[in-house]
């Protein structure tokens, strides 16, 4: 079973589009995170949020807690944007929940 | 700046060679994890650390140990490698303090090729 869903698991776009990455979730949470893998390994984390919207240049993460859903908004798309993009999800103790990450590729 | 190390970004081992994995994290944090990561898979829980000396299974434990025996220094083992162990392997740590919304903060990773 997946606790945590992503969609779509690849996508492609061009240079300047706007980019949806939809995290779907079905446990209770006290947080949800939006990570972001490059190519070679590292994992850096761009959002953590419990309710509402965090905006970060030109990412923007949503949730809505109702509805156990989140989205990963980024606006004008630059190919540095290429990347994995990982949802996870955290209760109180340390238990995470992983996607298995969406793989975007930004076209010149 | 804060920052998790690991050992080493690629290794090459043989079937039942005895592996280390180090991973050093220089935040103070009480909490450390052990992941691994496989295309499709996503990342998997291995082992974590709560404090020194202590430690709980994750999800995939079988095949593998763990030490901790300073706060900042944790280790995966693997007792006797096998080529089902090749995989991408990521440590995190993560403060307790305001538990619940703490992010995590992970290290490079280290790919493992086992032959």
């Known amino acids: 079973k997946n606790e945590v869903e992503q969609s779509p698991q690849n996508l492609t776009a061009q240079e300047g589009e706007f980019i949806t990455i939809n995290c779907s979730y079905s446990?209770?949470?006290?947080?949800l995170h939006w990570l972001q893998q490059h190519p070679g390994g590292g994992i850096v984390s761009l959002f953590m949020?419990?309710?509402g919207k965090k905006k970060h240049g030109r990412l923007i993460a949503t949730i809505n807690i109702q509805e156990k859903h989140s989205s990963l908004h980024i606006t004008a798309s630059h190919p540095r944007d290429s990347a994995v993009y990982i949802c996870?999800?955290?209760?109180?103790?340390?238990?995470?929940?992983f996607g298995t990450g969406t793989s975007l590729t930004v076209i010149p | 700046d804060v920052k998790v190390t690991q050992s080493s970004r690629y290794l090459v081992k043989r079937t039942g060679e005895k592996v280390f994995l180090e991973c050093v994290q220089d935040?103070?944090?009480?909490?450390m994890f052990w992941y691994r990561q496989d295309p499709g898979l996503g990342l998997r829980l291995i082992y974590f650390?709560?404090?020194?000396?202590?430690?709980e299974k994750g999800d995939i434990p079988e095949g593998y140990s763990v030490s901790r025996e300073k706060k900042e220094r944790f280790s995966l083992i693997l007792e006797s490698a096998s080529t089902n162990q090749t995989s991408m392997y990521l440590c995190?740590?993560?403060?307790?303090?305001?538990?619940?919304?703490?992010?995590?903060?992970f290290g490079p990773g280290t790919r493992l090729t086992v032959l």
């Open positions: 446990v209770g949470i006290s947080a």
């Open positions: 995190a740590s993560r403060s307790r303090l305001g538990s619940s919304y703490n992010e995590q903060f």
């Open positions: 996870a999800a955290s209760n109180t103790g340390n238990q995470f929940y």
């Open positions: 949020l419990s309710s």
């Open positions: 935040m103070d944090h009480e909490n």
């Open positions: 650390s709560y404090d020194v000396k202590m430690k």
